[in-house]
């Protein structure tokens, strides 16, 4: 592949380079403030990923290449985010067999509608799993991806339980101002 327009992370909670469980791919260098939020949860879960830049548009053929070679080099979950267009997600289900999580990343002009619609409406057959556009679904796409992958692994469940325990105790844990009367 062109690395020449590849921004490449790996990672996983030990620091040591692992085989990736999870691709994070986006359209464009642009698109990293948003799909940071996924990296930083599977980061955050330990679960070894491979982050980095796949155009649609700009490297088609690099594109087809990831696809096509996703589940021999270990993948189990793609999670594709993309701007404007938003083809990535898509393409990328046509792709492979490796389960896809699309992203919509907020553009410049319709504020993100133009890529959720992009890739919420696949053809029959060709599914692509959609989240909230922007940062809330780029974690969001993580946290299903983790929870699918914990269905085998009885530690990453554990992770997963306890996590949404420390969010139930927060939430508990609120309290409003007092009310006012003028």
């Known amino acids: 592949m062109n690395d020449t327009f590849n921004s490449n992370h790996n990672s ?10 999870v691709g994070v791919i986006m359209g464009s260098s642009s698109d990293w403030d948003v799909m940071k939020k996924a990296t930083a949860m599977l980061d955050q879960f330990g679960v070894p990923f491979k982050a980095q830049v796949i155009s649609a548009h700009r490297m088609p053929q690099d594109m087809a290449e990831y696809g096509a070679g996703a589940y021999e080099r270990g993948l189990r979950a793609i999670i594709a985010g993309a701007g404007g267009a938003a083809h990535l997600p898509g393409m990328m289900a046509a792709l492979t067999e490796v389960p896809v999580f699309g992203v919509p990343v907020p553009s410049r002009y319709l504020r993100g509608e133009d890529s959720l619609l992009s890739i919420v409406q696949m053809p029959k057959g060709i599914p692509v799993a959609t989240f909230a556009i922007g940062e809330a679904g780029a974690a ?24 949404r325990e420390n969010q139930t105790d927060a939430a508990r844990a609120m309290t409003l101002p007092p009310v006012t009367q003028n």
């Open 12 to 21: 996983t909670d030990s620091g040591q380079e692992e085989q990736p469980l």
């Open 140 to 163: 969001n796409a993580a946290l299903h991806v983790i929870a699918m992958l914990a269905m085998t692994n009885p530690a990453l469940r554990e992770q997963l339980r306890a996590f």
